[in-house]
Antibody
Framework: QLQLQESGPGLVKPSETLSLTCTVSGGSISSSNYYWAWIRHPPEKGFEWIGS???????HYSPSLKSRATISVDTSKNQFSLKLTSVTATDTAVYYCACHVALTGLDSWGQGTLVTVSS | QSALTQPPSASGSLGQSVTISCTGTSSDLGGYNYVSWYQHHPGKAPKLMIFEVTKRPSGVPDRFSASRSGNTASLTVSGLQAEDEADYYC???????????FGTGTKVTVL
C-alpha cells in the first residue's frame, strides 16, 4: 500500500506562490500506470481536484486552476510537487496529495496539510 | 464544470440503512463509468469506498454498495455502524481530461 505525506509552509502571503511537496513511500513514483494528484478542500466547501501528473510526465489540470498551477515529479527523491502562483484568500484550504490509476478512484491519500493565505 | 449535487445531510439508526444521492449531468456522471465515492472523517485522509460506479476496493465492507440511474448515482450503507458516521463525497470524470469533479458532500449521522 502506497503512503503519501504532504509537506510545505502552512502560511503564504497573498500574491505569492504556494509550494507543496508530496513524499511517496511503499513504492516507486516511477511505477507505470500511476497518476499523482493534488486535491484541495477549502473550509465549508467540497473537494476540488487541482491536477494530476502521469509517471511519464504528462500533466492534466482543472480548467479553473490551469493558469496558476504546476505539478512536477522528482523521481530521484520519490516526490512530486505543486506550485500555485498569485494566491489569494480563496486558495486557503487543506491540500491533499493522492494517486490513482487511469480514471479509477483516488485510492491512496496523504493526511492533508492546511495552507492559509494571509498577510 | 460545476460540482455534483448531494444532499447536505442524511441519517439512519444503528443497524439500518441510509442512501445518499449524487446528481450530475450527461456530460459527467451520466456519461462515463467513472463515478467514485469517498468517506471522510474530518482531520483524516479521505478513503475510497467505491470506484467505477459500483466496484468496491479490497477491504471495504460489502455493507457499502452503489448504483447509478441516468445522471444520478447513489451510495447505500447497510447495517449502519457508529464508525460509518462521516462525510461522504461522490466524484466523476467530466470529460476533456477533467479527471475529477466532486460532489458537495453529505454528512451522515448514525442515530
Amino acid at each position: 500500500q502506497l503512503q503519501l505525506q504532504e509537506s510545505g509552509p502552512g502560511l503564504v502571503k497573498p500574491s505569492e506562490t504556494l509550494s507543496l511537496t508530496c513524499t511517496v513511500s511503499g513504492g516507486s513514483i516511477s511505477s507505470s500506470n500511476y497518476y499523482w494528484a493534488w486535491i484541495r478542500h477549502p473550509p465549508e466547501k467540497g473537494f476540488e481536484w487541482i491536477g494530476s501528473i502521469y509517471y511519464g510526465g504528462t500533466t492534466h489540470y482543472s480548467p479553473s486552476l490551469k493558469s496558476r498551477a504546476t505539478i512536477s515529479v522528482d523521481t530521484s527523491k520519490n516526490q512530486f510537487s505543486l506550485k500555485l502562483t498569485s494566491v489569494t484568500a480563496t486558495d486557503t484550504a487543506v491540500y491533499y496529495c493522492a494517486c490513482h490509476v487511469a480514471l479509477t478512484g483516488l485510492d491512496s491519500w496523504g493526511q492533508g496539510t492546511l495552507v492559509t493565505v494571509s498577510s | 464544470q460545476s460540482a455534483l449535487t448531494q444532499p447536505p445531510s442524511a441519517s439512519g439508526s444503528l443497524g439500518q440503512s441510509v442512501t445518499i444521492s449524487c446528481t450530475g449531468t450527461s456530460s459527467d456522471l451520466g456519461g462515463y463509468n467513472y463515478v467514485s465515492w469517498y468517506q471522510h472523517h474530518p482531520g483524516k485522509a479521505p478513503k475510497l469506498m467505491i470506484f467505477e460506479v459500483t466496484k468496491r476496493p479490497s477491504g471495504v465492507p460489502d455493507r457499502f454498495s452503489a448504483s447509478r440511474s441516468g445522471n444520478t448515482a447513489s451510495l447505500t450503507v447497510s447495517g449502519l455502524q457508529a464508525e460509518d458516521e462521516a462525510d461522504y463525497y461522490c466524484s466523476s470524470y467530466a470529460g476533456s481530461n477533467i479527471f475529477y469533479v466532486f460532489g458537495t458532500g453529505t454528512k451522515v449521522t448514525v442515530l
